[in-house]
């Protein structure tokens, strides 16, 4: 509990440098936003076993021709969850999050590559397993989706980590549809993190063992101790990230700034691993920000 105490008076924080440090830089926001898109799209995809890597996933977006085959399912995977991402750049702001929108997003995800199940929830007999865990009956999903959504916005005044690890596990549990659960209920996590005035995150593929780990403890013990590890770390690295962004500060490759302070490599990447030094991972490298004065 201290633990999740301390990283949400951290993201705090955080978040009131960010308001400070972007009055007037709506534009570098935007390019942040814009750039970070193909990341998102390549660690959800990846989450969900796609054989993209993040310089296919760019050109795909980029409508560059690839080098290898790649499945009609594959681009579109990559093409639709782009068009969700940038989407809810924009609509989180101006809609409450409904079982309506979450539809309509899963429309916009599904379509082209199963149009028999695009924005609907699971019904009839579609029982859909993840691992040992065999998802409620599809006569469940509506009703565990509004207790969801009506819990999380009960909990107003407690702790964003808490919350959103609580939502996006109870949103997996349930698996509300027959494909693309897991890229959705990332998707709601950032529509909800923006909604509330915060940053987008994006859980990384090189967390996929982590994150399932996650889901297992919640099945077992209805507890959300990973998740929401997974969720503070997620929301500081990108704080971090942007704040070396809109600080102005030089951004270089932990490596160099080893070799320029004569550090440990190791255990500077363990301190960003945990986020206790401001680090972030841009493109799968760790960067850091420093003061231009500084190397």
Known sequence: MAKTLSAYNKINSLRERYYKASIGKDALIQLIAETE????????????????????????????????????REIFEAKNLARVVAYIDKRSKERELTLEIILSLHKMLISNIRDDIAGRFRKDNEFVRVGNHIAPNPKEVIERLEKMLAEYNAASHENIIK??????????????????????????????????????????????????????????????????????????????KRLAYLEGKKIITLAEYVKNNKLSHSNLINKASRQTVEAFLEKGVWKIGINNDKK
Do not use: W
């Open 163 to 240: 919350r959103i690890a609580k939502l996006h596990l109870s949103f997996e549990y349930t698996h509300p549809f027959c494909d693309g659960n897991g890229r959705i209920g990332r998707v709601i996590n950032n529509y909800l993190l923006m909604r509330e005035g915060f940053v987008p995150i994006n859980i990384k593929f090189i967390d996929r063992k982590k994150y399932y780990e996650a889901f297992r403890e919640f099945d077992a013990r209805n507890a959300t101790n990973i998740m929401e590890e997974i969720v503070g770390k997620a929301l500081t690295n990108s704080y971090y």
């Open 37 to 72: 898109v193909a990341e998102q799209v390549y660690n959800s995809n990846a989450i969900e076993n796609s054989t993209l890597t993040l310089e296919e996933t760019e050109k795909i977006l980029l409508q560059i021709d690839l080098d290898r085959f790649i499945s009609e």
